[in-house]
């Protein structure tokens, strides 16, 4: 999905101006609009390249699991691949709807197993602001709750800022959703080491499927866009 070709938009004002725009494929503007009124358009184009170029965030989402490897399965039968994958997928159709999206990619679109080398190799081909790996828990305890985000357990120059990115996203998702937090944690998850040296990184445990409150909490649809909702205003305050 990121080859490094090129789109070419060509866009059209009133009158004989006629202005080519080029944009590697993967950042080209979701909300890219024509307008009819060349002033207005202009500034309109300065605007969203400003977005696209100087500000808006990249994220790289990984919906974990997929495939043959269900991940966690809940008592209720719910399985951790889909739960996640769905949550992945509404937090793209949220953004879609914003203004001036974020730059959101995920590392499976669909219920396809992809090795943990190749959703690192994705993020550490973009220059990307958080990679965040969304997974839910399992314990063999019915009674273990709550959410744990995790960091890379070795120190890089990202070090500090993921383990920051983390704690305000367990306290976001504590705050709004109620979920106990069991806090952030340091580990040497694939995942996590193979992104960081290059980029901030965390993996979140979304509450425990294996517990009946949460996941039958989160089985729910409306319950998951909640949960997309809040990981979206959390991408967008990230600084
Ligand atoms: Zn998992």
């Known amino acids: ?18 202005i080519t725009l080029k944009f590697r494929k993967g950042v080209m503007p979701k909300n890219f609009r024509f307008r009819l009124f060349p002033i207005l358009s202009f500034a309109i184009l300065l605007f969203e390249c400003h977005t696209i170029f100087g500000q808006q965030k990249v994220v790289v989402l990984d919906p974990g699991h997929g495939g043959k490897d269900s991940g966690a399965i809940g008592l209720n039968g719910i399985q951790e691949k889909d739960v996640v994958m769905r949550i992945a997928n509404a937090i793209l ?8 999206p974020l730059d959101i ?7 396809t ?3 943990l080398s190749d959703r690192t190799k994705l993020a ?13 828990n399992h314990s063999d305890n019915s009674n273990s709750r709550g959410i744990e985000v995790f960091v890379a357990d070795m120190k890089s120059k990202y070090s500090f800022n993921s383990t920051w990115l983390a704690f305000q996203l367990q306290v976001a998702i504590n705050e709004k959703l109620g979920f106990e937090s069991r806090g952030v944690k340091f580990a040497n998850f694939q995942v996590l080491r193979e992104t960081v040296d290059y980029l901030p990184s ?4 979304l ?11 989160i089985k729910r649809k409306e319950n998951q866009k909640k949960i997309s909702i809040l990981i979206l205003d959390y991408l967008k305050s990230i600084k």
């Open 113 to 115: 197993l992809i090795s």
């Open 202 to 205: 965390v993996l979140l445990e």
């Open 124 to 136: 550490k081909s973009l220059n990307v602001d958080l990679f965040v790996s969304l997974h839910c």
């Open 105 to 111: 990619y995920l590392t499976r679109y669909s219920d």
């Open 207 to 217: 509450g425990f499927l294996s517990n009946e409150d949460e996941g039958g909490y």
């Open 1 to 18: 999905m990121f080859n490094g070709n090129w789109h070419q938009i060509i866009w059209k004002m009133e009158g004989p101006m006629l």
């Open 93 to 100: 159709t949220l953004n879609d709807e914003l203004d001036i």
